[in-house]
T-cell receptor
Framework: GDSVTQMEGPVTLSEEAFLTINCTYT??????LFWYVQYPGEGLQLLLK?????DKGSNKGFEATYRKETTSFHLEKGSVQVSDSAVYFC?????????????FGTGTRLTIIP | DGGITQSPKYLFRKEGQNVTLSCEQN?????MYWYRQDPGQGLRLIYY???????QKGDIAEGYSVSREKKESFPLTVTSAQKNPTAFYLC???????FGSGTRLTVV
């Protein structure tokens, strides 16, 4: 079945450091890929998405590129801030047609220290 | 503003009790979902519904029940058959892009 594997946490970085959180997936067909962010005590917020190979999703300085050849969707940010401290989830949905359930990775806790 | 409302935010359940978690959306989405989140784990799908009066089991449906009588509402009942119900429960709608703020359920 479909699965998502993401980088084990926790990850601790200094402010203004470069961030990479790795995510790889296994799926049949052509899934859509997502990154979600969860702040303490809250639900998930969609951070960015990509629906086909070589698409780049971006939002709030975060980027991720859909790499079909390596089945990866790594999250990057050039200069992190304390406010980026949260848990980040990589996810996929089985098709591009909407109304499809998501398969999540286990999440990566990110802490940014001033 | 459009969105998903989950209530209550915190819920305490005694052993052997059934409890119902509310999820309401005003986004006109057909599909709705319930996920469970445990510490250090990703989200696991409990139930989902792609249309009114129809729903399907997810990966961990045992001990849970749902109904979908209205497009806007998808309540989740945690039954006494769920042996380890303490968790954070998240409702989502649409193609999974929109999540509620969650209900934290604790067994006391």
């Amino acid at each position: 079945g479909d699965s998502v594997t993401q980088m084990e946490g926790p990850v601790t970085l200094s402010e203004e450091a470069f961030l990479t959180i790795n995510c790889t997936y296994t799926a049949t067909g052509y899934p859509s890929l997502f990154w979600y962010v969860q702040y303490p005590g809250e639900g998930l917020q969609l951070l960015l998405k990509a629906t086909k190979a070589d698409d780049k999703g971006s939002n709030k300085g975060f980027e991720a590129t859909y790499r079909k050849e390596t089945t990866s969707f790594h999250l990057e940010k050039g200069s992190v801030q304390v406010s980026d401290s949260a848990v980040y989830f990589c996810a996929l949905s089985a098709t591009n047609f909407g109304n499809e359930k998501l398969t999540f990775g286990t999440g990566t806790r990110l802490t940014i220290i001033p | 503003d459009g969105g998903i409302t989950q209530s209550p935010k915190y819920l305490f359940r005694k052993e052997g009790q059934n409890v119902t978690l509310s999820c309401e959306q005003n986004l006109n989405h057909d599909a709705m979902y319930w996920y469970r989140q445990d510490p250090g784990q990703g989200l696991r799908l409990i139930y989902y519904s792609q249309i009114v009066n129809d729903f399907q089991k997810g990966d961990i449906a045992e001990g849970y029940s749902v109904s979908r009588e209205k497009k806007e509402s998808f309540p989740l009942t945690v039954t006494s058959a769920q042996k380890n119900p303490t968790a954070f429960y998240l409702c989502a709608s649409g193609n999974g892009y929109t999540f509620g703020s969650g209900t934290r359920l604790t067994v006391v």
